[in-house]
Nanobody, 121 residues
């Protein structure tokens, strides 16, 4: 059982910055873990799409649309994952969801409640 609580969304002007946080109720990346966490975005009328992911080993990957602008990171001591969003564009406007994929007896996906990011021009 994992609960994910997101924060940091809001309204920002284009080329501005925002940092999203996702606090997990327990450690996701314990020793020898193969769990992953990521951030997804969902705009109105669109499917939920991966923005950035991070593995237990610290490897990261990004959607092409955000490469060079967004950075995913984690603080294992706080059970928290961050998404630093720089050079924001209006097309980044969406609800952003934190995801944790946990490998126990079977693979389970957990989702945060979502946080709205609105970028104005």
């Amino acid at each position: 059982q994992v609960q994910l609580v997101e924060s940091g969304g809001g309204l920002v002007q284009a080329v501005g910055s925002l940092r999203l946080s996702c606090a997990a109720s327990r450690n996701i990346f314990s020793i020898n873990s193969i769990n992953t966490m990521g951030w997804y975005q969902q705009a109105p009328g669109k499917q939920r799409e991966l923005v950035a992911g991070i593995t237990s080993g610290g490897s990261t990957n990004y959607a092409d649309s955000v490469k060079g602008r967004f950075t995913i990171s984690r603080d294992n001591t706080k059970n928290t994952v961050y998404l630093q969003m720089n050079s924001l564009k209006p097309e980044d406007t969406a609800v952003y969801f934190c995801n944790a994929r946990i490998h126990e007896f079977r693979v389970m996906d957990y989702w945060g409640q979502g946080t709205q990011v609105t970028v104005s021009s």
